[in-house]
């Protein structure tokens, strides 16, 4: 599926040319990668980055450059070469560490980096800076699960978009993964790195069921989401005097954070939209168990406590679900996994989808989006989203990693079929004043 596509009647992504990285030296032979049951209930859902490098940080960095340090740094972070297979044919899936690679795709683009942020401010077009190839039954066993996209811009300045299987692990651990690439080109990270396998957390049982899940047809090796609608994303940047103005306003004795205030706010917007009394929601935060750094760690899926918020809408504060979703959320992380445990419908494993079988709100405000460098500069700006969401939708919280005027705040992907994202911008703008 290739990146190149019109943008304001341009075609401006263009000399696109397709690669493999492998690591430097050979995996032990019959190397697996065992998918635990929160990596299962990830398998139709992918993380994108975008990070844009100004021309100073660029300027003179070849292909080769960039792809050099790729061999050393894969050698700790083997599993995301491998590939996916099935035991006995047609069991449950596991990766096989067969070295296969990550995808490198080269691309030009004929705007400046400033030009391209100005043209898609609040749009969905970094789509085309991340090359994404999904894993469907033609090509089950040989997609890549990473693809690393390098485009060039004609002032010099640099996108590195990444595409990542959820399946290999969370946010976290894909922002974690792509700024250690960082620190081995710039010769920063000791040898030899060997990373652990991530702890196993047992999370309580605080629920008796699992709502956060929506199981649906079986999809064999076809593994895309079937939406029913058609989805869009959008962008926006909450500048910190804009999330403080709406707590302004408020009762003084909420103690809410920006995530929970954006994520009430866009609640309390869509059942407006959506004309619903009542709703729950699923949020996804990261738990209070993880450790600090993840350095030492093989990517997983485990930094994240996943539940659910229920509430009336009906004249309920933004602040009160804003509370709600701090101090009410039911957890249903160790169900989820139990549900995931050798389910099946009618003779063929069961799949599910988490990210919009409810409305999802995902707070990755932890999450290192700045930690990529290339000579020691951070990007200009950079920025993280969920593909894969079902027909409700999703709204992704990362920390807003822009410069110049209005930096600060928060950067919110809002994931939803096309006609409510319009009908939620026009509410924020004309209820809200925030956009």
Not at 29 to 49: P, S, V
Request: proline share 5%.
């Amino acid at each position: 599926m290739s990146p190149s596509s019109d943008l304001a009647g341009e075609n401006v992504i263009y000399d696109i040319k397709l690669s493999t990285v492998v690591p430097a030296s050979i995996t032990a032979e019959g190397k697996t990668r065992q998918l635990t049951n929160m990596d299962l209930a990830m398998k139709l859902h992918y993380i994108t980055t975008v990070h844009f490098f100004g021309r100073d940080a660029a300027e003179g960095l070849s292909i080769q450059d960039l792809k050099n340090p790729m061999f050393q740094w894969l050698q700790p972070y083997y599993p995301i070469c491998g590939r996916i297979r099935r035991h006995d044919g047609g069991g449950r899936p596991f990766i096989k560490c067969n070295d296969s690679g990550v995808r490198i795709v080269e691309a030009k683009c004929a705007k400046t980096v400033d030009e391209w942020l100005e043209t898609v401010n609040g749009g969905d077009h970094h789509r085309l800076l991340v090359y994404k190839q999904p894993l469907v039954a033609d090509n089950f066993g040989f997609t890549p699960l990473v693809f690393l996209q390098f485009t060039e811009f004609k002032c010099g300045g640099l996108c590195v978009g990444m595409s990542w299987a959820h399946i290999l692990g969370d946010a976290f651990s894909a922002t974690e993964c792509i700024n250690m690439w960082g620190k081995f080109m710039a010769n920063r990270t000791p040898a030899p790195h060997i990373l652990s396998t991530p702890p196993i957390i047992h999370h309580l049982e605080m629920a008796s069921s699992c709502r956060s899940l929506k199981l649906l047809d079986p999809l064999g090796d076809n593994w895309l989401t079937p939406n029913n609608l058609k989805m869009q994303m959008d962008t926006f940047h909450l500048t910190e005097k804009q999330l403080s103005d709406q707590l302004s306003g408020g009762n003084k004795n909420y103690k809410v954070k920006p995530f929970e205030l954006i994520s009430a706010i866009v609640w309390k917007s869509l059942a407006k939209i959506r004309d619903s009394c009542s709703m729950i929601v699923t949020v996804c935060k990261k738990g209070e168990f993880v450790q600090t750094s993840m350095e030492n760690e093989l990517p997983g899926n485990m930094h994240q406590v996943i539940g659910i918020v229920e509430a009336e809408m009906t004249g309920t504060d933004p602040l009160e679900l804003a509370e709600l979703i701090a101090g009410k959320l039911v957890d249903e992380t160790s169900m989820i996994e139990k549900r995931m445990e050798g389910g099946s419908v009618n003779g063929h494993p069961a799949d599910y989808i988490l990210y919009g079988a409810n409305l999802t709100f995902v707070n990755l405000e932890d999450v290192n989006l700045c930690g990529l460098k290339l000579r020691g500069q951070g990007p200009v700006f950079a920025n993280l989203s969920i593909g894969g969401v079902g027909d409700e939708g999703a709204v992704v919280v990362v920390p807003y990693s822009g410069q110049g005027n209005g930096s600060g705040g928060r950067t919110v992907n809002v994931i939803l079929p096309e006609p409510q994202l319009l009908q939620l911008k026009n509410e924020l703008r004309v209820e809200w004043g925030i956009l």
